[in-house]
């Protein structure tokens, strides 16, 4: 299941293919959400026209960057280890190797991060890494550097990403930076800043050019996808200073969805993530309307109780979240929805707790990713209220609510059983190599013998068994999107 944060792709380092004339040794892992993964390969190419191979060793390394995560206090503690393995691997033999940090808790901690760690020589926030070679620079030259400034504009539309490390068939496509929507517990608005969206154009662009390496699947991705808005450039909150012109040629999720959808009739397209109070009827009628747009929401609502969405400054009620599940199911039968949920958030009693629980009995999520909650330094949450929800508690509730949230993943999974769903082959199973591994519209993981089938293929799969989270089946022929 891909998702936001996965944990299997956690710390994974980047290969790119070697040019013949870069001399330095370049050696880039990274942490947390795609979105990361996604920026570290526009690093990696902009370090490729600047001298730099990548490496997959730390000990032969001349440069090391970590793109990091500060969603939970977890991420951050993470990323503080690496930094120690750095150091040693520095002492016992590679002492000139310098050491760079990247992404959301470079932009956190700021030059905190030169006094505290010894071993950074570098630290670069998400919006600043066109000037990673000015900064290098600097760093060669023997002084520490760093520039965490936050932009307005910057969406790298201009950068295209060199991807290797992935499996030919799926990739992610960044379509806005930053989120205003200030939930009270989150850092994200903090380290990745204000809300912009990136030129349509240079999105489908983007699109094109994976199609024509033989790409099958694009995942568009932002903070707050269905906030996105094009309106000639700057930042979301600033769209009503517009001009008349530019409101009337505004693009929105809705329309750039369709764009997508039309200009690779071939293609899948999925998007993450969703927030339940920018999500808009069109989207959900766009979706419906487009085949090759997957049948699939990741709308996380963090709680079921309307005392705490208050105080997470969610901007919708329980309430709205069921019309907007309601118009999901009338619209799109067949769509799979999943959720993120926040247990222990402060002043969470046992009444808000149940009332969480009973969303999930209403929704019957396919799929679902639960935290205990984690102040984050800076927020209001942790500026307002006092974080009083003893670890035991906070534990306790985030069991019953994975343990419900096996039951419905079990649940909606067995709907597939007996159906025929089209399934697009991205690699081998893990388990077996006699079977592929795809995911369907839903995006539910199948699997199935190989026969003369090839990953990027789109093929109709009967599903024959199912495990919680995976089906199993048998192939019945290639569905007529190949
Ligand atoms: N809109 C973003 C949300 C990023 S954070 C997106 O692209 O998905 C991903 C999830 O981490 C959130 O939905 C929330 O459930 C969880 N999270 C964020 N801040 C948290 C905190 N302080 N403690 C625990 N979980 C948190
Ligand atoms: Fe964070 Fe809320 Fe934005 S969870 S990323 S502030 S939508």
């Known amino acids: 299941m891909e998702k936001i944060i996965d944990e299997t792709q956690q710390g994974n380092s980047l290969v790119l293919e070697q040019k013949a004339e870069n001399t330095r040794k370049l050696f880039i892992e990274s ?50 280890k690496r930094l120690e393995k750095y150091n040693a691997v520095k002492r016992q033999g590679n002492p000139n190797m310098k050491v760079g940090v990247l992404g959301c808790m470079a932009e956190r901690l700021k030059s905190k991060f030169l006094e505290e760690e010894k071993i950074v020589d570098l630290v670069v926030g998400p919006d600043a890494y066109k000037d ?22 910057e969406t790298y539309g201009d950068i295209s990403p060199v991807r290797l490390n992935t499996n030919g068939v799926t990739a992610f496509v960044s379509i806005t930076r930053g989120c205003d929507n200030m939930c009270t517990f989150c850092v994200v608005p903090f380290t990745r800043g204000r809300e912009r969206s990136r030129d349509p154009q240079s999105i489908i662009e983007e699109i094109n050019d994976l199609a024509n390496k033989g790409y099958k699947e694009v995942t568009l991705l932002g903070q707050n996808v269905d906030s996105y808005l094009w309106y000639g450039g700057g930042l979301k909150k600033d769209f009503e200073k517009a001009t008349d012109m530019q409101k009337a040629t505004a693009v929105s999720f809705a329309k750039l969805l369709e764009l997508c959808a039309q200009a ?6 999925r998007f993450s993530t969703s927030n339940p109070q920018d999500m808009t009827l069109d989207v959900i009628e766009t979706m419906a309307k487009y085949q090759n747009i997957c049948k699939y929401i990741h709308l996380p609502v963090q709680s ?36 993120d949920m926040i247990t222990g958030f402060p002043t969470e009693t046992e009444e808000d707790h149940q009332d969480t629980l009973s969303l999930m009995a209403y929704v019957k999520y396919d799929f679902g990713f639960m935290f205990a909650y984690s102040e984050r330094p800076g927020t209001l949450a942790e500026r307002k209220l006092e974080d009083d929800i003893p670890e035991a508690t906070k534990k306790r509730r985030l069991q019953e609510i994975i343990q419900l949230q096996q039951e419905h993943s079990h649940y909606r999974t067995q709907q597939h059983l007996g159906k025929i769903e089209e399934v697009l082959i991205e690699k081998a199973s893990k388990k077996s190599d006699a079977h592929w591994s795809g995911r369907n519209s839903q995006n539910t993981v199948v699997v199935f013998p190989k026969g003369p089938y090839k990953p990027g293929d789109f093929v109709n799969v009967k599903i024959t068994d199912c495990t919680t989270a995976t089906l199993i089946g048998e192939a019945v022929g290639c569905s007529n999107n190949n």
């Open 31 to 80: 942490y947390g959400c795609q979105m990361n993964f996604s920026d570290s390969e526009i690093v990696a190419s902009i370090l490729s026209e600047n001298g730099f191979n990548t490496t997959q060793n730390l000990e032969d390394a001349d440069l090391v960057l970590v793109n990091t995560c500060s969603i939970r206090d977890k991420a951050e503690q993470t990323v503080r």
């Open 132 to 153: 990673l070679p000015n900064l290098l620079a600097e760093v060669e030259d023997g002084r520490e550097a760093i520039n965490v400034i936050l932009s307005k504009e």
């Open 264 to 269: 690779q009739p071939k293609m899948r397209f």
């Open 304 to 339: 079921g109780s309307n005392r705490i969405l208050k105080a997470m400054n969610r901007q919708h009620t329980r309430e709205e979240y069921f019309e907007m599940i309601d118009n999901i199911r009338r619209i799109i039968p067949d769509c799979a929805i999943s959720q």
